[in-house]
């Protein structure tokens, strides 16, 4: 049975850093995809990054891009968010998602219902 774990999240203040971590258990790790999502109170889910199976290839919402960075280590089945600058209208849930069909350039990567396991969340607070 696939299993998502998530750790880091918590209070940072704007301009801090934090990092989001998403280990991966249950199958190969190196045929998913990866994938990071936030939902806000009374807001829908939106999709933030992404990764493909090998990790030569990442997608990011315009909102993060050169702020987050993705990545992940397919030896220690971990996927990671990296996130610098950030502001208070990045405080959400933060969610993993994997997918076993790879993205390439093109692919719906921020559509929701392609990943077929998610994490439990976690929150991350930007204080102003």
């Known amino acids: 049975q696939v299993q998502l774990v998530q750790s880091g999240g918590g209070l940072v203040q704007t301009g801090g850093s934090l990092r989001l971590s998403c280990t991966f258990s249950g199958r190969a790790f190196s045929n998913n995809a990866m994938g990071w999502f936030r939902q806000a109170p009374g807001k829908e889910r939106e999709a933030v990054a992404a990764?493909?199976?090998?990790?030569?290839?990442?997608f990011y919402a315009d909102s993060v891009k050169g702020r987050f960075t993705i990545s992940r280590d397919n030896a220690e089945n971990r996927a990671f968010l990296q996130m610098t600058s950030l502001k208070p209208e990045d405080t959400s849930i933060y969610y993993c998602?994997?997918?076993?069909?790879?993205?390439?350039?093109?692919?719906?990567?921020?559509?929701?219902?392609?990943?077929?396991?998610w994490g439990e969340g976690a929150q991350v607070t930007v204080s102003s």
């Open positions: 998602a994997a997918s076993g069909r790879d993205l390439t350039y093109g692919s719906s990567w921020h559509y929701g219902p392609r990943y077929d396991y």
């Open positions: 990764i493909n199976w090998s990790g030569d290839k990442t």
